[in-house]
């Protein structure tokens, strides 16, 4: 451009005669004009370029001259502020279309302050340093970054960061509203940047007293070296890690770190949620330890004591050698949990396990497999005798008194052995062998200890076998009931008869009721049993003459798993039979449960009409409170008291208080078991009401006892 204003200049000078010649001038300004024109193509073309270039930039981008006038801009700036690109205009000043900006309230920062904003907005433009923010009244808000030309004017940026915005305000709000302790870490020197209100109460450090400080300061010394790692951007293996942080007053946490690579005010940093697994871990080692201890004495439990057992099996196969499993029953515990409540009963069971766990040696590890039943893992046993010995001193201290709540309680134990390797192969089967023989041991008479014996195996199933045809006769109905008549003592006619179930097997013949019942009991089958003969009873009844009545036994099993009452109102009313026929006997072990639902029961069953009568009293827990507290009306004493009264006058003088009793509260009273006429006369002599036995009759069938009830006498008093 300049060499076309020279060639121009001198133009000028041969017009106003300069020496030339006219071919000469004439090339010089073609020359002239050919570059001249070649400069402003040039000049269009790298504007053009620069325009182009501009427009495709997604920022939005203004050029200013010297004075701060408009020179360029693209399109993407006239959009972002559309609201004043009707004032862009080359050579229109910034300053200009910023007051009518602020004028129509397209910046919200203005507002109360205008002028201070424009000021110190030209001030930026001025001396363009770091970026700064400016939001729009749309809501936008932009990132505006200014540099000085050389030649003085200036390039403007602008860039749309709302989303970027929301994101961050979305990411504040996440930080600093999350309950879980987050902090920022700078990635160069591990200080913390930022904390959030979870960190600052969790933690007790009061408003910003963490920032600034090295994240050390949460952990132990012996973390120093580790540190790096897990607040960087690839913690590796040290993620999966529980650590331990420290609050301000010292307390130990367990946390698990979580992290993430953040860029925060343009720092790289580390993005830390810190949670306090400390409660979960504790409830872990709780579950943890649970899952091996009994919880309400502390011993290990079943599944323990079955590992212990595989552990010794394991090493018995190694090295040799024996060991031996102990299973140990307390007796007479269900009598002490009865009368004085599960919360005694829990007492004594827990001083129960103190006792045993003092007794073992190291070697021997207890266990209580539930109820009132307790295991001992014995190891290294150098000789049989030695397991008995401990059984011995186990047997002692378990039957030395036991202070509870005040009062004094006298239990038992018994206990079965299983001997390892011979006596079972697994813990399984040695535990089940040790339990075959403490069975068998309360079969005898409890109170001591038992080694198991391959034959018991054939017992069990036995037993098992018993139970499964029990069962298979209730729902068929198959079993039957007999009668044993009651006798007036005084006029020998039958007031009475005792329904008593009895059962012929048919592989096995006459089962006796001595041996079903307690199976019946403790399968859980007691309660269909009772209801069966209750039924039959009541229906057998109806034909008999009006004044006999019958009596049924009940279970104390029975008043635990049902309703008594709807059980006895339904048979009555499915049979017709009239309530003051009926006659109920209950032993005096029922009186060991004090509960009021006992005494709600029998009142119950008084309510309807029948008769209470008290079933083999003086053989258990009997006392004068027991007479005067409960509903009944008969007293049965015993048969043994009855077998040789006649020359027998401790017994004479029993059954004479008895009856004496039973005349002062208007009770009667039946004696069992009768069986010669001596016992008879001595009974008549003292004054009993009733008798029962085989003198009179034994227990009929109900064809067999119709034309014996048409007689009212039994052959032996007729």
Aim: proline share 3%; hydrophobic share 40%; glycine share 8%.
């Amino acid at each position: 451009m300049r060499a076309a204003l020279k060639v121009l200049k001198g133009d000028a000078a041969i017009r106003h005669g300069a020496p030339a010649s006219a071919a000469a001038e004439s090339t010089e300004v073609e020359r002239a004009l050919k570059l001249a024109r070649s400069a402003v193509e040039q000049a269009r073309t790298a504007n053009s370029r620069l325009r182009e270039a501009i427009e495709i930039l997604p920022q939005g981008i203004v050029f200013l001259d010297g004075e701060g006038r408009y020179v360029l801009w693209n399109e993407q700036y006239a959009r972002i502020y559309h609201r004043s690109a009707d004032l862009f205009k080359v050579g229109v000043k910034l300053e200009d279309t910023l007051r009518i900006g602020v004028s129509r309230g397209d910046y919200p920062a203005a507002k109360g302050r205008e002028e201070e904003w424009i000021a110190e907005r030209l001030a930026q433009l001025r001396q363009p340093r770091e970026r700064h923010e400016q939001w729009l009244s749309d809501g936008r808000c932009l990132m505006i970054e200014e540099r000085r030309t050389s030649d003085g004017g200036v390039i403007g940026i602008r860039v749309d960061i709302t989303e970027l915005k929301e994101r961050e305000a979305s990411f504040r709000l996440l930080f600093e509203a999350n309950p879980v302790p987050m902090f920022v870490v700078a990635d160069s020197d591990k200080r913390i940047l930022s904390a959030n209100a979870s960190a600052r109460d969790h933690y007790g450090y009061p408003d910003d007293d963490l920032i600034g400080k090295p994240v050390q300061a949460l952990h132990r010394d012996t973390d120093s070296g580790r540190i790096g790692q897990l607040y960087s951007a690839d913690p590796g293996i040290m993620a999966g890690h529980v650590w331990t942080h420290l609050k301000r007053d010292g307390t130990a946490i367990e946390v698990a770190i979580f992290s993430q690579s953040i860029v925060h005010d343009r720092t790289p940093a580390i993005l830390v949620a810190a949670v306090d697994i400390t409660e979960r871990r504790r409830a872990e080692a709780q579950v943890a330890y649970l899952a091996r201890h009994d919880s309400l004495t502390g011993l290990a439990n079943r599944a323990a004591h079955l590992k212990h057992a595989e552990k010794m099996l394991t090493g018995l196969k190694a090295k040799g050698g024996l060991g031996a499993s102990l299973c140990l029953g307390l007796d007479n515990f269900k009598s002490v949990n009865e009368t004085m409540g599960p919360g005694a009963g829990d007492l004594l069971l827990q001083a129960v396990a103190r006792r045993i766990a003092n007794t073992l040696r190291q070697e021997a590890t207890p266990a209580r497999l539930g109820g009132d039943e307790f295991g001992i893992i014995m190891r290294d046993v150098s000789d049989p005798e030695e397991v008995s010995a401990v059984a011995r001193r186990l047997i002692d201290v378990v039957s030395t008194p036991f202070k509870i709540q005040g009062q004094e309680v006298t239990i038992g134990a018994s206990i079965g052995i299983a001997v390892a390797p011979g006596d079972g192969e697994d813990a399984e089967k040695l535990l089940k062998n040790a339990n075959l023989a403490l069975s068998q041991v309360k079969l005898r008479g409890k109170g001591s200890f038992r080694y198991f014996e391959a034959e018991m195996n054939a017992r069990a199933q036995e037993r098992r076998s018993l139970e499964a045809d029990l069962r298979q006769a209730i729902e068929r109905g198959t079993l039957d009931v007999h009668y044993q008549p009651l006798v007036s003592l005084k006029t020998g006619r039958i007031t009475a008869a005792e329904a008593l179930v009895r059962w012929s097997h048919e592989g096995r013949g006459f089962v006796s009721p001595a041996e079903f019942i307690p199976i019946a009991e403790e399968a859980g089958l007691i309660w269909a049993l009772g209801e069966f003969v209750l039924r039959r009873a009541c229906r057998d009844a109806v034909t008999w003459p009006q004044d006999v009545r019958v009596a049924v036994n009940l279970s104390p099993m029975q008043f635990r798993c049902g309703n008594v009452r709807e059980m006895v109102e339904s048979a009555l009313t499915l049979t017709g039979l009239a309530p003051d026929r009926l006659e109920l006997e209950i032993t005096e072990s029922l009186f060991l449960d004090r509960s009021t639902h006992v005494l709600d029961t029998l009142a119950e069953l008084r309510n309807l009409g029948a008769r209470i009568a008290m079933d083999d009293f003086g053989t258990g827990y009997s006392s004068l409170g027991y007479l005067c507290s409960f509903p009944f009306d008969k007293i049965k004493i015993d048969r043994s008291f009855v077998e040789g009264i006649a020359s027998n006058v401790e017994k004479q003088a029993v059954v004479r208080a008895i009856v004496g009793l039973g005349e002062t509260l208007g009770k009667a009273t039946t004696a069992e078991g009768i069986e010669t006429d001596a016992e008879l006369a001595c009974l008549r002599s003292i004054g009993c009401e009733q008798g029962q036995g085989y003198l009179f009759s034994k227990a009929r069938p109900q064809e067999a006892l119709l034309p014996f009830l048409t007689k009212r006498k039994p052959r032996r008093v007729a």
